[in-house]
């Protein structure tokens, strides 16, 4: 996922191309991201925040990832440019980060949030071996 689009924007920053690498935090649910409904249901929640890495380039998101007939994601919770060095250690700090101030405006514990957050990870990486 995020390596993917750590290199194509160090190749583009290579090459002179304008291309942003970008961090989001989105609220994760079974229509925006097909797979982790239920996941979400059996563990009592709507949804979670999750972090999607993108480009940008010249303010167009050219996103890898997601699948065709996935509806884009809109309404970031939050949403950073970022280097490509070290980004998978800063992506878990910033993800944690949002999900704590998250949960705490819920009422909700965020080791579970987290938690809850991983099981979906993991039954959206079995649809995926499928």
């Known amino acids: 996922g995020s390596t993917k689009y750590a290199l194509l924007a160090a190749l583009a920053g290579e090459h002179g191309r304008p291309m942003e690498l970008r961090l989001s935090i989105y609220e994760m649910n079974a229509d925006n991201t097909p797979g982790v409904g239920p996941v979400l249901r ?14 940008a380039c010249r303010g167009v998101r050219v996103d890898l990832t997601r699948v065709a007939t996935t509806d ?13 060095a070290g980004i998978d250690a800063y992506k878990v700090d910033v993800h944690r980060w949002v999900v704590r101030g998250w949960a705490v405006e819920r009422g909700l514990d965020f080791g579970y949030v987290w938690r809850v957050r991983e099981e979906c990870t993991v039954a959206l990486s079995e649809l ?3």
Do not use: K, M, Q, S
């Open 42 to 55: 059996r563990c009592g929640l709507d949804l979670v925040p999750e972090a999607h890495c993108y480009l």
């Open 72 to 84: 884009p994601i809109e309404g970031f919770l939050y949403e950073e440019t970022i280097g490509p």
């Open 128 to 130: 995926d071996l499928a």
